[in-house]
């Protein structure tokens, strides 16, 4: 893999994205919307649901939203033939992987300024902890919605099978990262799974943050996240294919 090659795969991604206003708008307009629904919902009762769930919906939202653009790109590639052809040229699949995710960083960096502003801003949502470590984590989280999606569409065939996989991925970690009910007040079985996901340590890091936690606090949490990043973007590299059969 060389530094090269990889910002020129990242580069041209952008590029691309730059142009596909409607991808453009899943990043940076939906989660702001289904965020002020929700902040909509509750604007009339007593109970604090903005300031204690929308952490966790900023958690979420963008990991959730990265997993489905990138798995239906990256597949898009694969089956027009885009890949193969990127292949034939001197590009390593770690290259393109990468290239990939760091321009979906970016993407995603944009999405977490945008849904914190939108949060706070109008809707109110009250944070103690540091606006801009919360920023950090939900960057990390749409990171690893990405790289969760470049080894899903390895799995896929077509891309209706890549939104196939999101419920398979996503949905389980969405149950039990704390988001429906406190960890503890779960089954010991689903406790000790929930630690196994990285959903968990992604709210638990905004949890924390919510309340007033300090940087080192959440150090271990974000440690975590970014060593899922490494391991699923690993088993991208590994299982990626150069076409579809």
């Given at each position: 893999?060389?530094?090269?090659?990889?910002?020129?795969?990242?580069?041209?991604?952008?590029?691309?994205?730059?142009?596909?206003?409607?991808?453009?708008g899943i990043i940076l307009v939906l989660p702001c919307v289904i965020f002020g629904l929700i902040a909509w919902m509750f604007s009339g009762t007593e109970s604090q649901v903005v300031?204690?769930?929308?952490?966790?919906?900023?958690?979420?939202?963008?990991?959730?939203?990265m997993f489905l653009i990138t798995s239906v790109v990256t597949l898009r590639e694969r089956t027009s033939g885009t890949l193969e052809r990127l292949m034939s040229l001197p590009i390593s699949k770690a290259d393109f992987l990468v290239g990939y995710a760091l321009?979906?960083?970016?993407?995603?960096?944009v999405q977490a300024v945008v849904l914190l502003a939108f949060a706070m801003g109008v809707c109110g949502?009250?944070?103690?902890?540091?606006?801009?470590?919360?920023?950090?984590?939900?960057v990390l989280d749409a990171v690893l919605g990405s790289t969760l999606g470049l080894a899903a569409s390895a799995l896929a065939r077509t891309?209706?099978?890549?939104?196939?996989?999101?419920?398979?991925?996503?949905?389980?970690?969405?149950?039990?990262?704390?988001?429906?009910?406190?960890?503890?007040?779960?089954p010991l079985v689903l406790e000790w799974i929930s630690r196994a996901l990285p959903f968990t340590y992604a709210a638990?890091?905004?949890?924390?943050?919510?309340v007033g936690a300090s940087t080192w606090s959440v150090a271990s949490d974000?440690?975590?996240?970014?060593?899922?990043?490494?391991?699923?973007?690993?088993?991208?590299i590994v299982t990626l294919r150069r076409r579809t059969a």
């Open positions: 893999m060389t530094a090269r090659r990889t910002f020129a795969t990242t580069s041209r991604v952008l590029a691309q994205l730059r142009h596909d206003h409607r991808t453009i300031d204690t769930m929308g952490p966790l919906l900023i958690a979420i939202f963008p990991a959730v939203i321009a979906f960083a970016l993407a995603a960096a949502m009250r944070i103690e902890g540091p606006v801009a470590l919360m920023g950090l984590v939900s891309e209706f099978q890549a939104v196939q996989l999101m419920p398979v991925f996503l949905i389980p970690q969405i149950l039990v990262c704390g988001l429906l009910m406190p960890r503890a007040a779960m638990q890091a905004m949890e924390k943050l919510q974000i440690a975590v996240i970014c060593a899922f990043i490494a391991g699923t973007l690993t088993a991208g």
